[in-house]
């Protein structure tokens, strides 16, 4: 799932920072990005090579608890890979959710899939599992949940769920790298999980992505759909009865990505604690303030990744251009999938959403910010609007 920003109207500006100007969103440099992509620059590999190798093998130990991950070009390449090795195919339907980048779910659209939309929890605008068990049908496929904001789903539930159907969870946690769900990192969960490294994700490689999956069986088909279906081993052994039996794609990380990733994990508790904080922050200084609601707020079963900030405000275009005019920028960042004409006609029976979809206003989360910057947007707000 990664970042579908909107222009709300071009009377609202979208801010750079500097003079006081807080951006709704800033990239994530780690300190020691430009040492490593330098020495990268200066090796035999800038393309996929060892880097990758020893990123995915970090990004397991650290958050997948030993499961295979697979370093690719996007988040949304990983999650066509999920859908690939989920055994996808055309005609099949799948349940996920309306309120995503459109990411998580043009991949199905690649495949002939057909997108079965789910309706929001009012309280955290993730997937609405109730909603979904009315949604499945014997067509259904698998379950596809999103991690918005960085607040896990309620897994429990989405597990039970694909029992019932005997369908496999595949978990968009691109906002999410960090959450835990029952004190259990998300990534060790479910049957496929994919990342985002994206410009401006809690880890950056410039672009790039993350697949992580239990079964260790699909391991070598994974490794060969990420670069045109070729064993890449065989193939620099110079082997040539290497077939191709599968159509892949080109969807590798290169080192110099993986540079930029090893060189967040290197600094991940500051830059996590950082952002942790602000989250807390937020809600410490709205607590009680009755002129709107915090969504996503954390709960006390999973741990909050603190990707995004969201609210929701009667007369929410007053406030945005009300923080606007204080030199705070605010979107709404992601947009009901039914809206677009590629998934064609908006549905109707996604009460949620439809209540809820002129409210929802995402405030400023980054690590140029400080816990002074949060009290002051915070202050901006309450003077109300």
Not at 115 to 126: A, K
Not at 227 to 255: A, H, L, P
Request: aromatic fraction near 8%; charge should be negative; charged fraction near 20%.
């Amino acid at each position: 799932m990664g970042v579908c920003r909107q222009k709300d109207s071009d009377e609202i500006p979208i801010f750079e920072p500097g003079d006081g100007r807080i951006p709704l969103f800033m990239p994530h440099v780690p300190k020691g990005a430009a040492e490593r992509v330098t020495h990268t620059l200066g090796t035999r590999w800038i393309g996929q090579g060892p880097q990758v190798d020893f990123f995915e093998k970090q990004m397991s130990e650290r958050f997948f608890d030993g499961n295979s991950a697979l370093a690719v070009g996007s988040g949304t390449d990983a999650l066509h890979l999920a859908y690939l090795l989920a055994g996808l195919k055309q005609g099949d339907e799948v349940l996920t959710p309306v309120f995503t980048c459109t990411a998580t779910n043009i991949p199905l659209l690649y495949m002939g899939v057909e997108p079965v939309f789910v309706d929001v929890d009012p309280n955290t605008l993730n997937f609405d599992v109730a909603h979904a068990r009315q949604m499945a049908s014997e067509k259904t496929k698998a379950i596809i949940c999103v991690h918005y904001a960085g607040l896990p789903c309620d897994m429990d539930q989405i597990h039970e769920l694909g029992r019932e159907l005997d369908v496999p969870v595949i978990e968009d946690a691109a906002h999410a790298v960090g959450a835990t769900y029952k004190g259990n990192p998300v990534g060790s969960l479910s049957d496929f999980t994919m990342f985002s490294f994206q410009a401006i994700k809690h880890i950056t490689t410039g672009d790039g992505g993350m697949l992580t999956f239990r079964d260790q069986g699909l391991l070598g088909l994974a490794q060969s759909l990420r670069w045109f279906g070729i064993d890449r081993t065989k193939k620099q052994k110079g082997i040539w009865e290497n077939d191709i039996s599968e159509v892949g794609y080109k969807y590798q990380m290169t080192d110099i990505s993986a540079a930029m990733g090893i060189a967040a994990l290197e600094e991940w508790d500051e830059t996590f604690a950082l952002r942790q904080s602000l989250l807390n922050r937020y809600n410490d200084n709205l607590a009680g303030f009755n002129d709107l609601r915090v969504l996503s707020a954390p709960q006390p079963d999973r741990q909050h990744a603190a990707w995004l900030f969201t609210v929701s405000a009667m007369e929410r275009r007053n406030l945005q251009q009300k923080l606007a005019d204080n030199l705070i920028e605010s979107n709404q960042v992601h947009y009901r999938n039914d809206r677009y004409s590629i998934f064609g006609t908006r549905r109707n029976n996604l009460p949620n959403m439809d209540a809820i979809e002129d409210d929802y206003l995402c405030l400023p989360l980054h690590t140029q910010m400080s816990v002074d910057d949060v009290d002051r947007i915070c202050a901006v707000i309450k003077s109300g609007w």
